[in-house]
């Protein structure tokens, strides 16, 4: 299992430009989260879904869009990037059953110029 | 979901044991308490979870008061790579549908030769 997978690792935007980050897990698991970590804080929610085709807002939803069409895939849209923007973002999945266990995939580094 | 208080940082020595309190004085009845690490450029990777007493498995150990009102992370024998971020979340396994964690500031954890 490759377990939960992000793409780009890496990625440069000028203000005002779009983007969707990828996520992706193997593990069938029903929920799935998108966190941004600002530098020397906390992870902070911006969106979750516990199933395909459900979505729902966390802490920090604004400026964000995200779908699941599929249980396995999980994208995040940012619309009209903003300096503020500017973070690493983790995707999550968590089988939703009896436990807090959540697997993160490896991060992409965004930067908003 | 309630409110956890940690220190912001610790050092430690290799070989020592690393206790590591989190506060959280509105902690519900239905909440579980979940610790996960967090190393540099990775995305958080679950340790513990428990509801009462204490819970061991091969990495650590949470002890939990009856009052329930803290807990306390153990890391035996702390090692260099043990160097990380260490977080307490606090959550409603039952009625928080989708699993949400609030991820605080955390533990940054230094562990010296």
């Known amino acids: 299992n490759a377990g939960v997978t992000q793409t780009p690792k890496f990625r440069i935007l000028k203000i005002g430009q779009s983007m969707t980050l990828q996520c992706t897990q193997d593990m069938n698991h029903n929920y799935m989260y998108w966190y941004r970590q600002d530098p020397g804080m906390g992870l902070k929610l911006i969106y979750y879904?516990?199933?395909?085709?459900?979505?729902d807002k966390g802490e920090v939803p604004n400026g964000y869009n995200v779908s699941r069409s599929t249980t396995e895939d999980f994208p995040l849209r940012l619309e009209l990037a903003a300096p503020s923007q500017t973070s690493v973002y983790f995707c999550?999945?968590?089988?939703?059953?009896?436990?807090?266990?959540?697997?993160f995939g490896p991060g992409t580094r965004l930067t908003v110029t | 979901l309630a409110k956890t208080t940690q220190p912001i940082s610790m050092d430690s020595y290799e070989g020592q044991e690393v206790n590591i309190t989190c506060s959280h004085n509105?902690?519900?009845?239905?909440?579980?308490i979940t610790w996960y690490q967090q190393f540099p450029s990775q995305g958080p990777r679950f340790i513990i979870q428990?509801?009462?007493t204490k819970v061991t498995n091969e990495v650590a150990s949470l002890f939990i008061p009856a009052d329930r009102k803290s807990s306390t992370l153990s890391l035996p024998r702390v090692s260099l790579s043990d160097t990380a971020v260490y977080y307490c979340?606090?959550?409603?396994?039952?009625?928080?549908?989708?699993?949400?964690?609030?991820f605080g500031q955390g533990t940054e954890l230094s562990v010296k030769p």
């Open positions: 999550a999945s968590a089988s939703g059953t009896g436990s807090y266990e959540q697997y």
């Open positions: 879904s516990v199933g395909a085709g459900i979505t």
């Open positions: 979340l606090v959550g409603d396994l039952i009625y928080n549908q989708g699993g949400k964690l609030i």
């Open positions: 509105n902690i519900a009845t239905n909440d579980y």
């Open positions: 428990g509801y009462k």
